[in-house]
């Protein structure tokens, strides 16, 4: 028999920071044209590609079937109040209903232009996710919010549009500004006097 020689190939890029990957929601209610949104200040995020397999031994051998796919989205926070995510999640929980999930590779190098329009293409996943457990602990530090979301069927490949100034917003607290442009800590700027 013949040696068979196919070569090898070796991966250039840069490995992706966590920081990268974004995870939005949006609840199953909300009206067609409404806005995906970002957890506040996402702490980690994780995706398991679980499932179980028949494993069998048979009088030929091993055999071993794919059988079921148990995906599931996990996402820390920390609690911002007003944090529209905290609701959607929650409430979903409350009222058995799924979640709208996206897991977004906000990476420049990954980003696709498309012609005639000014957003980007970015590699996604998307599932609806059954919240299984929203666990908030109250101690004496910031209050995290954690959850696991259990996709129902499995997980979706597609790209999510972002556009250059929805990326630089959602990555900055706030924007540069002039003296006296503004009134407020930055979580609370204001552009008109206060009495």
Known sequence: MAEVYNGVTKPTGKPMLAKRIWYFLQSVDAPVGSPALLP??????????????????????????????????????????????NKVVIDAKKTGKSVKVWRVEVDPELAEEVAEQDYKLYPAQFGYGMPEEVDIPDGDELVEVSYDLNIIGSLQDGKFPLTDEDVAMLEALYEYQNPGETTGDYDAIKTTPIP
Request: hydrophobic residues 25%; aromatic residues 6%.
């Open 40 to 85: 506040a200040h996402q702490t980690e995020g994780g995706v398991n590609y679980g499932g179980e397999n028949i494993d069998e031994q048979t009088k030929m051998g091993r055999v071993i079937i794919k059988q079921t796919d148990e995906h599931t989205i996990s996402i820390s926070q920390y609690f911002v109040p007003g944090d529209e995510s």
